[in-house]
T-cell receptor, first 112, second 114 residues
Framework: AQSVSQHNHHVILSEAASLELGCNYSYGGTVNLFWYVQYPGQHLQLLLKYFSGDPLVKGIKGFEAEFIKSKFSFNLRKPSVQWSDTAEYFCAVSRYGQNFVFGPGTRLSVLP | DGGITQSPKYLFRKEGQNVTLSCEQNLNHDAMYWYRQDPGQGLRLIYYSQIVNDFQKGDIAEGYSVSREKKESFPLTVTSAQKNPTAFYLC?????????????FGDGTRLSIL
């Protein structure tokens, strides 16, 4: 069965530290890739998405992600985190004609 | 404002009782989805609907039922057959189904057993 894994269950960083959250998937072929964020008490919001083209994707709030096809990875990065980035982050993968598969999520805590 | 409205925010169920979670969207989206979110497990798909009057089972449909009589509404019933219903339930929609469009989410309903 297709699956999506996220390397870390909980990441704790200090403000201004750099962030990289891992995401790997088990699909072959063409995929669509997404990162969602769930701030405390809020609904899931789309951070960024990749369908095709430039494998380095820029999203909202200074986030970016790089699609590396050979590694089946779509890692999320931010050069300098803020306290307001404290949230849970979900990677999701879909293929044409199929539903999304979500990873288990990574909880990010940023210390002021 | 366009969006997805889920109600209620909190819901309590007694043993043997069916409860219905509401999901309404005014985004004019064709596709709607129900997910269950449990700690450490991400989102798991319960049911989805790509068009009015049609819906399909997701990965964990047992103990749940849905209807899609109107484009904007996709209620989920948690039946007494669902033995472990305590969870956070998320409704989502997308312009069309098939995985090629981002999904938009509601604020969720937290269901607990009394």
């Amino acid at each position: 069965a297709q699956s999506v894994s996220q390397h870390n269950h909980h990441v704790i960083l200090s403000e201004a530290a750099s962030l990289e959250l891992g995401c790997n998937y088990s699909y072959g072929g063409t995929v669509n890739l997404f990162w969602y964020v769930q701030y405390p008490g809020q609904h899931l919001q789309l951070l960024l998405k990749y369908f095709s083209g430039d494998p380095l994707v820029k999203g909202i709030k200074g986030f970016e992600a790089e699609f590396i096809k050979s590694k089946f990875s779509f890692n999320l990065r931010k050069p300098s985190v803020q306290w307001s980035d404290t949230a849970e982050y979900f990677c999701a993968v879909s293929r044409y004609g199929q539903n999304f598969v979500f990873g288990p999520g990574t909880r990010l805590s940023v210390l002021p | 404002d366009g969006g997805i409205t889920q109600s209620p925010k909190y819901l309590f169920r007694k043993e043997g009782q069916n409860v219905t979670l509401s999901c309404e969207q005014n985004l004019n989206h064709d596709a709607m989805y129900w997910y269950r979110q449990d700690p450490g497990q991400g989102l798991r798909l319960i049911y989805y609907s790509q068009i009015v009057n049609d819906f399909q089972k997701g990965d964990i449909a047992e103990g749940y039922s849905v209807s899609r009589e109107k484009k904007e509404s996709f209620p989920l019933t948690v039946t007494s057959a669902q033995k472990n219903p305590t969870a956070f339930y998320l409704c989502a929609s997308s312009i069309e189904g098939g995985g090629n469009q981002p999904q938009h989410f509601g604020d969720g309903t937290r269901l607990s057993i009394l």
